[in-house]
């Protein structure tokens, strides 16, 4: 495919799809990944992660042919709008990519790039790994309990909620329908009020839970957490914990078992080789992650409630700036930061790019590329625990050296050469 202001490296292979069923994919030794540095810190953090996965690709035996796409602030320069076709319809056909963040007004303009990428390529779920490295500073007594996996649903919910505002007529007829029509004993009261719809689909809920319990059964992880709010909202959140349980007991047979069997059948104790399906209802799940730690390993729920509860998780090992992830889709992924854009550091070579590389290691999990994405971590890790740190974690590091964006990534650079 050609195209009008993207340059294709003609040393890459672009990836294909190898099963249509499964998803799986057929990598090269030296694939085409489109990478979006994205705006504000994405110029410095893009850059970075970009020098780190090189060297753990070429550390074992492979290369990436990077291919620059623009959204955002460097597609109003090249394009004169914010998300081009042709960024999107790059993504799509190389199926494996990665981006920084992408700034997103509140309130006001137009709506998250974020949230459209997603959409319009189909990434359904949003992974948000957490885990805590070595020597980074955490408000926890024991950070290393925390490791845990978010499957959070990318397509609807609030992502495809749909709002009414206030004062506006479209808003009262609304609210006219709900207490006239449908005849409910509505709680709303008068004077100005904005009301929103959230749609929960079958389909949706179930491809989500499937990608997590198979990402549980791949990876040896014991349970899947049905997080919801089902208690009060019984015919979207409620439905979305239903149509949970069901799936696992469709199609994945004595592999699944739910908690009420392990304790009815198995008097707590897991046989080896399954995973158990539990919920969990949302606030108390929030008390949990942070009481009960290392009793959850991947948690499947709703777009609004896996924001909430990766962002609770994130703190516990250190924050967004070490906090990475990924979407993925039915064999497509575009790995990306889950912090922001940040425009007050843009350009300052300042800040922490260990979530931009992170969300790297994810795609180069996505790759099948496991011992690359080893090196990455264990090369970031090495490099917190010689105190060689940006600015956040140096000011929380006694005697640790500060180091600029760039200088970070060089260092992480030297310890995968180093580890391999």
Not at 170 to 191: L, N, P, R, Y
Not at 267 to 291: K, Y
């Amino acid at each position: 495919m050609s195209y009008d202001q993207i340059d294709v490296p003609e040393e890459g292979e672009r990836i294909t799809l190898a099963d249509e069923e499964t998803g799986e994919l057929n990598v090269p030794e030296t694939p085409t990944i489109p990478i979006i540095y994205g705006d504000g810190i994405g110029s410095d953090v893009g850059p970075a992660a970009q020098k780190v996965l090189n060297a753990a690709a070429e550390a074992t035996g492979r290369s990436i042919a990077w291919m620059r796409l623009y959204a955002g602030g460097s597609a109003r320069e090249k394009y004169d709008e914010n998300l081009p076709q042709e960024t999107v319809d790059a993504i799509r056909e190389h199926r494996v990519a990665i981006k920084g963040p992408l700034t997103t007004p509140v309130g006001a303009g137009f709506r998250s790039l974020n949230v459209a990428l997603r959409k319009k390529l189909d990434l359904y779920a949003n992974v948000r790994p957490t885990y805590h490295l070595d020597g980074v500073p955490s408000p926890v007594k024991d950070p290393s309990a925390m490791d845990m996996v978010t499957f959070r649903e990318n397509t609807e919910d609030v992502y495809a909620g749909i709002e009414w505002e206030a004062g506006t007529d479209e808003v009262q007829e609304v609210k006219a329908f709900v207490e006239d029509e449908m005849g409910f004993d509505s709680t709303i009261h008068d004077g100005p009020v904005g009301i929103g719809v959230k749609p929960i689909t079958e389909f949706g809920s179930k491809r989500l839970i499937r990608e997590a319990i198979d990402y549980a059964i791949a990876n040896d992880r014991p349970t899947v957490t049905l997080v919801h709010k089902g208690n009060i909202m019984k015919f979207t959140e409620g439905a979305f914990r239903d149509w949970g349980y069901e799936l696992a007991e469709e199609e994945y047979g004595d592999d699944v078992l739910t908690e009420d069997e392990l304790w009815e059948e198995y008097d707590g104790e897991q046989p080896e080789g399954t995973v158990v399906v539990q919920d969990r209802i949302a606030d108390n799940m929030l008390q949990q992650i942070l009481t009960r730690t290392d009793e959850y390993d991947v948690i499947a729920t709703m777009n609004l409630n896996g924001d909430y509860m990766s962002d609770a998780a994130g703190a516990q090992i250190g924050g967004l700036g070490i906090a990475p992830g990924a979407n993925f889709g039915h064999g497509r992924c575009l790995a990306e930061p889950v912090h922001g854009s940040a425009p007050k550091y843009a350009g300052e070579d300042k800040v922490n790019p260990t979530a931009m590389i992170l969300s790297g290691r994810e795609m180069l999990d996505y790759l099948g590329w496991d011992e690359a994405a080893q090196l990455v971590r264990d090369a970031v890790e090495q490099t917190i625990v010689d105190r060689t740190v940006t600015y956040d974690l140096h000011r929380q590091i006694e005697g640790g050296e500060k180091l600029a964006t760039s200088e970070f990534a060089d260092a992480v650079v030297e310890n995968i050469e180093q580890l391999s």
